[in-house]
């Protein structure tokens, strides 16, 4: 039997260094007059987004600010945003950061003409049909990472506050209208946050490939984005400043979120607890847990990451390309163990209950249920591979 899907594929992308210069014009192109850009206390306080701002004045709109966007962010965060998009009556959204505030800014759009709550939307069959689509304001995305590729993505990862868990919310208008890639936003960024951000586009990449689902494209997407971690990933580390390098980790930050329409997996799963619980980077956490996880799939992925390995430039071996991403992780600082990360092994049969219920769970390779969950828990604090 030949095989059946739905596909879709990402918004209008302005990439290349300077088109932040090109808000305006891009908001004026989506009936955006009253913009409210959705970022987080750090970045307002920054001269790229005070620059933004007065970009936008001075093309005559009526921008103002939503900044108290947490690193995970959380249900309050997204009724506090609201209140200031309806009250204020703003038009439309500017989600300006990394992927937390391109997530809240898109989720804040969302709800901008909702009755219903927001987990009503939840990433959970079809709920996303009982939204009104008229009551979902256009959105502009502009990244200032390289990782979680949310500026070409339908949905947002949001903490509920009362469970302690991620949730996916989830609609087709939540596509940003126009995302603007613009790598000298991303120069600067600390090495950390280079590597965390970056690695993130890798588990991107790496559990599309990976996934249960028919996808051939996004398959084809999702090497190329490995290639280009491969390629840039440490360039961007070891120099901040490296444009080229940085343009080309936004690029594969795109082609990662723009693959895991195919499905993600259990380094998600794993990590999405963990962020939630003990709000931890949830870039860092994937990194931490690739391999762990590339081992747990070794049965079930062998062929393909041998092929992954061979357009690479490794040896055609599930080996050389597990070693590939340990020597990565260790020239970039990452943790090899959870120990690194600070989560007490006392929450992990919480967190491997979560971890089964997850909605990333079903697309890996290898069922993922509770137990499982516990020893790659177990196996991640014990540096056991």
Known sequence: MSPRANWSYPTAVRYGAGRIGELADACESVGIRRPLLVTDPFLATQQMTVRALQHLKDAGLQ?????????????????????????????GVVAFGG??????????????????????????????????????VPIIAIPTTAGTGSEVGRAGVI????????????????????????????IGMPPLITAGTGLDAL??????????????????????????????????YRDGNDIEARAQMMSAAAMGATAFQKGLGAIHALSHPAGALCDTHHGLTNAVFMPYVLNFNRSAISNKIERLAAYLGLKPQFGAFLDWVLALRAELGVPHTLEGLDIPPERFVEMAAMAEKDPTASGNPVKLDQAAALRLYQDALLGKI
């Open 63 to 91: 921008p103002a600010m939503f900044s108290q966007i947490k690193s995970n962010p959380s249900d309050a965060n997204i009724y506090d945003g609201l209140n200031i998009l309806r009250g204020d009556q703003h038009d």
């Open 159 to 186: 903490t509920q506050e009362a469970t302690h868990t991620k949730k996916v919310i989830f609609h087709p208008a939540m596509m940003p209208k126009v995302a603007i890639c613009d790598p000298e936003l991303t």
């Open 203 to 236: 588990a991107h990449c790496l559990e599309a490939y990976c996934a249960l689902f028919y996808h051939p494209m996004a398959d084809g997407i999702a090497i190329e984005g490995t290639r280009l971690v491969k390629e840039f990933l440490a360039r961007a």
């Open 99 to 136: 992927g937390s505030s391109l997530d809240a800014g898109k989720v804040i759009a969302l709800m901008s003409g909702q009755t219903r709550p927001m987990w009503d939307f939840e990433d959970v069959g079809d709920s996303w049909t009982r939204a009104d689509p008229n009551g979902i």
